[in-house]
């Protein structure tokens, strides 16, 4: 299978997850298409009942809506009891790197209010360690340049993120990204802890102890993996 069907292939097997009567956050990408494609087809053809959707980007929500999935924003639900994302990258031990999609703010939110998250990913998204896929960081544009400073001091490589005509990548809430290039991240939750604690960072792609169940997309099916805490 080439990587569209894997992405494919995971993102209709996450669909067995959601159950009826439930909440459900919807997360954001190209593997999180498919999961939300199938999901409207399930829905309308009345295999899933009763469910309500919360996004994590306005292409997610859009996407949903128009296949008739009832929506509701995050403020407007006491708990979620599923969410479905995918991830950039996900070590031996469960841990996370997300933001690729600069959506990583509204995908964490919307991830620490549900009582389950279950990850969707083709087998490319596997690691030993995280770090050779970039850590994501959302910071505000004031004083910006002083967090990056910071961040530089630290070691930690950090690169504006920028769109095809050279200007810095706006978030959802109109803040920029910058993206660390590090390298292998050895004791993510030290940096995790760092990170938290900066002024001016608004949220890190460092997703810790937050996955119940990976789905992994591989050349002959996709494959449930627990995450046993």
């Not at 995908?107 to 389950?116: L, R």
């Not at 969707?120 to 596997?126: G, P, R, T, W």
Request: charged content about 25%; overall charge negative.
């Amino acid at each position: 299978m080439n990587q569209d069907e894997l992405k494919k292939a995971v993102g209709v097997k996450s669909v067995d997850f959601i159950q009826s009567d439930s909440i459900v956050g919807l997360g954001t990408g190209s593997t999180v298409y498919y999961m939300i494609e199938d999901l409207g087809r399930r829905y309308q053809a009345g295999e899933i009942k009763n469910i309500v959707g919360v996004s994590t980007s306005s292409r997610s929500q859009k996407q949903a809506e128009g296949l008739g999935i009832p929506m509701k924003d995050l403020n407007e639900v006491d708990h979620i009891d599923l969410t479905i994302d995918g991830a950039d990258q996900i070590d031996k031990n469960f841990q996370g790197i997300k933001g690729g999609g600069a959506a990583h703010l509204l995908e964490k939110m919307v991830a620490t209010n549900s009582h389950k998250n279950l990850w969707i990913v083709d087998q490319s998204k596997m690691t030993d360690q995280l770090g050779s896929f970039p850590l994501p960081i959302e910071v505000i544009p004031f004083g910006c340049q002083k967090t990056f400073d910071d961040l530089k001091k630290e070691n930690l490589m950090p690169e504006f993120r920028l769109d095809e005509n050279g200007k810095r990548v706006l978030t959802h809430n109109k803040n920029y990204i910058i993206d660390l290039k590090n390298g292998v991240i050895e004791h993510p939750h030290i940096l995790a802890d760092w990170l938290d604690h900066q002024v001016g960072i608004v949220a890190h792609g460092l997703f810790l102890d937050i996955v119940n169940t990976v789905v992994v997309g591989y050349d002959d099916g996709p494959k449930v993996i627990d995450n046993i805490r």
